[in-house]
């Protein structure tokens, strides 16, 4: 029923740029707030940006505020990450998240996960 599929992640050189992609299916897309989260093997999962069910806000960690930013497609119901001067403190595996858009923002606890895609950024 519900999925949530990420897709876009690779392996890129420090400056690079990459953008992720989530297409999502099985629920009604427009009643959900969307964020993205990273997470390293080993670390708890990070918080990395998130955007309204309407697209009029967005929110962004305070690591990758004026290097990623979030946008979405309720048409295509599709949500989508471009990041820009990529580090290699960015790699990670990316996940993303819907949450009701009523209890947007949330912190983790969020209705339905992606099963995430590697992001991988040499020095």
């Known amino acids: 029923q519900v999925q949530l599929v990420e897709s876009g992640g690779g392996s890129v050189q420090a400056g690079g740029s990459l953008r992720l992609s989530c297409a999502a299916a099985g629920f009604n897309f427009i009643n959900y707030g969307m964020d993205w989260f990273r997470q390293v093997p080993g670390n708890e999962r990070e918080f990395v940006a998130g955007i309204s069910w309407n697209g009029e806000t967005t929110r962004y960690s305070d690591d990758v505020k004026g290097r990623f930013t979030i946008s979405r497609d309720n048409t295509k119901k599709m949500v989508y990450l471009q990041m820009s001067n990529l580090q290699p403190e960015d790699t990670g595996i990316y996940s993303c998240?819907?949450?009701?858009?009523?209890?947007?923002?949330?912190?983790?606890?969020?209705?339905?996960w992606g099963q995430g895609t590697q992001i991988t950024v040499s020095p």
């Open positions: 998240a819907a949450v009701f858009a009523s209890r947007w923002p949330a912190p983790l606890e969020h209705d339905w």
